[in-house]
């Protein structure tokens, strides 16, 4: 189980890396900027339930031998879904209403949680990989 649980943190820190410093960045370097934004409000829905899903398989592969590593990837998972349902809504708002100052705050908190996910996720892959 702990092979399993190694294996889907792997898939998770990967596809949140992968998304959050390449695409993104690829997007706005591709396409005009109301191009790559309207894509990138498509895409954060699929990536969120991505981290959701695999966080949580994780999570449940990882209890079984380390608590630690099961607790810090379900609350990835958990925190995700705030970031799903509650932030992400509230930022497409702002942006819709042209609210500047408010989607800068709203939206630094949500790479914040996003970065911490991403080091999290970092931090049981180096303790699933000594285990």
Sequence with gaps: M????????????GG???????????????????TASMVIRKAFPHF???VIAV??????????????????LGLISVTTVFARQVLMPMINAATDAKQKRRFNILHGASVVLTL???GAAAYVLVRLASV
Excluded at 2 to 13: C, D, E, K, P, V
Excluded at 22 to 34: D, G, K
């Design 2 to 13: 702990m092979i399993y649980a190694l294996l889907t943190t792997s898939l998770l820190f």
């Design 55 to 72: 966080a949580a398989l994780a999570a449940l592969a990882a209890f079984s031998g380390d608590l630690v590593s099961g607790v810090i």
């Design 48 to 50: 969120y339930a991505f």
């Design 16 to 34: 949140m890396a992968l998304f959050s410093f390449t695409f993104a960045a690829f997007l706005f370097s591709a396409l005009p900027a109301e």
């Design 116 to 118: 911490v996910h991403i």
